[in-house]
Structures are given as structure tokens and as C-alpha cells.
């Protein structure tokens, strides 16, 4: 997976000369990052990330099903068949 983010217009770095092509597959709406060292024996580093983003592929029923709740599934089947059934009442 490649993950960059630059400011649109900055001058110092020219964002298509270190993307490798064909790797727009998604917009970055907002971000959260924070990386830390766990406290303890251990010291992991740990890197949390949340993102909202638009994206820009089809993603397989599989891939939704690997990190998409059973519930959240459910609930999404429910929605999309009430939002058929309904449009015009919409």
C-alpha cells in the first residue's frame, strides 16, 4: 500500500515525480495520526491511524468482508433494500 500526502500547490515538491503511477485510488477528506511507544517491558511502537476518504476503486465484497462488522453488514443490506423499495417516496 502507498500512502503519501503533500499540500495541493507546494512548490518545494513535485508530487508526481515520486509517485509511482496508477496509485490514485483514493482522497484523503481528513486524517488522524498518532504514534507512540507503549509503556512497559515491551516499548512496540504503536501507529494509530483514522481516515476518512473517498475512494476511487471498486472494492471487492470480500475486502468489505474481511474488515466490515456482521452487524454493520447487516444493517447496510437493510438500508439498501429499504432505499430501493422507497425511492420515490425519498
Not at 515520486?18 to 504503536?46: F, H, N, S, W
Amino acid at each position: 500500500m502507498y500512502y503519501s500526502e503533500v499540500p495541493e500547490g507546494d512548490e518545494l515538491y513535485d508530487r508526481d515525480s515520486v509517485r509511482p503511477p496508477k496509485t490514485d485510488r483514493a482522497t484523503t477528506i481528513v486524517g488522524l495520526q498518532k504514534m507512540y511507544r507503549q509503556e512497559g517491558e515491551d516499548g512496540k511502537i504503536v501507529y494509530q491511524m483514522l481516515m476518512q476518504c473517498d475512494v476511487k476503486i471498486n472494492v471487492s465484497p470480500k475486502v468489505i468482508q474481511m474488515f466490515l462488522p456482521s452487524g454493520m453488514q447487516d444493517w447496510l443490506t437493510k438500508c439498501n433494500k429499504y432505499i430501493n423499495e422507497h425511492y420515490d417516496e425519498i
